[in-house]
Nanobody, 124 residues
Framework: QVQLVESGGGLVQAGGSLRLSCAASGRTFNSYKIGWFRQAPGKEREFVSAIRWHTGNTLYADSVKGRFTISRDNAKNTVYLQMVSLKPEDTAVYYC?????????????????WGQGTQVTVSS
């Protein structure tokens, strides 16, 4: 059974940085994709970024392109989301998600396993 545990959220001022971590266990993830999604209060969950574990290919939402970087550490079975130049509109609960289908996707329906989320709050 896949388990995903996010960490690294917190309160930061606008323009600041945070690095989120998603520790994955329960499988060999070489054929997986891992995605980051976020959900702000009163809004639908939205795609942020995804990475194909084996190749490192990445996908980003337009709203975060150039500010967020997704990466993975094979030895630690961990995916990171480095976030810089944070804006108040980045405030949300951030979730990581996994799927054994390696094709990158922006749709939450294409992911099978989810973490519990970590809160990111950006103050103005």
């Amino acid at each position: 059974q896949v388990q995903l545990v996010e960490s690294g959220g917190g309160l930061v001022q606008a323009g600041g940085s945070l690095r989120l971590s998603c520790a994955a266990s329960g499988r060999t993830f070489n054929s997986y994709k891992i995605g980051w999604f976020r959900q702000a209060p009163g809004k639908e969950r939205e795609f942020v970024s995804a990475i194909r574990w084996h190749t490192g290919n990445t996908l980003y939402a337009d709203s975060v392109k150039g500010r967020f970087t997704i990466s993975r550490d094979n030895a630690k079975n961990t995916v990171y989301l480095q976030m810089v130049s944070l804006k108040p509109e980045d405030t949300a609960v951030y979730y990581c998600a996994a799927s054994p289908n390696f094709l990158l996707s922006r749709s939450s329906d294409r992911y099978d396993s989810w973490g519990q989320g970590t809160q990111v709050t950006v103050s103005s």
